[in-house]
């Protein structure tokens, strides 16, 4: 079996022609990633369900907006909390990911955390890639990899986030970042 370097904690951005509408102009968090296969959440699919409505205890923590996202197209109901912790040490319900980046235990008493977060989103569901699936769509060239920053996690304005993570890059994939979202009308 060949080894797989980990993309763990970086960003998989969508590229245009990328015809999965699951993933249409997507900007995922890869929260693991090995031999086994992957996992991320679609940091930029906002819903119209308040936290409040599925996880009370957890909505004064989450930011604005205060929705939970759509993480992906798998398990749907079942949620995610990401979370952003500044320091080196992350407090009991937390695991990190990568950087200041972590995933949330939402079983914890959300007292224990919310003195320590910089940042909360809230996922229903997740996106997962088999072993060597993910691999795969590299190659052929759905997805740019690209280095995620804490902010991201929390974006106020997650319909712009493609734009913007694009737009950070310092090669030609800043380009990329003005293609039009429907080019037929250009």
């Given at each position: 079996m060949t080894e797989v370097?980990?993309?763990?904690?970086?960003?998989?951005?969508?590229?245009p022609g990328l015809t999965d509408p699951n993933f249409d102009r997507a900007v995922v968090l890869l929260l693991d990633h090995d031999e086994e296969g992957s996992l991320g959440v679609v940091l930029n699919r906002p819903t119209p369900v308040g936290v409040g409505d599925i996880l009370e205890s957890w909505a004064s923590l989450t930011g604005e907006p205060d929705v939970v996202f759509q993480g992906g197209p798998v398990s749907l109901d079942s949620a995610l909390g990401v979370?952003?912790?500044?320091?080196?040490e992350g407090p009991l319900g937390w695991r990190r990911v990568h950087g200041a980046i972590g995933l949330v235990d939402l079983e914890t008493p959300p007292e224990l955390l919310g003195p320590a977060l910089g940042s909360l989103r809230i996922f229903a569901g997740y996106a997962g890639w088999g072993p060597g699936q993910l691999e795969g769509e590299l190659t052929e060239g759905a997805w740019y990899v690209v280095e995620s920053e804490p902010g991201d996690v929390s974006s106020p304005?997650?319909?712009?986030?493609?734009r913007a993570v694009l737009r950070r890059q310092r090669s030609e994939l800043a380009m990329i970042a003005t293609y039009p979202d429907d080019p037929s009308l250009n």
């Open positions: 370097s980990s993309l763990t904690g970086r960003l998989l951005v969508a590229a979370a952003v912790i500044p320091g080196d304005r997650p319909e712009r986030l493609w």
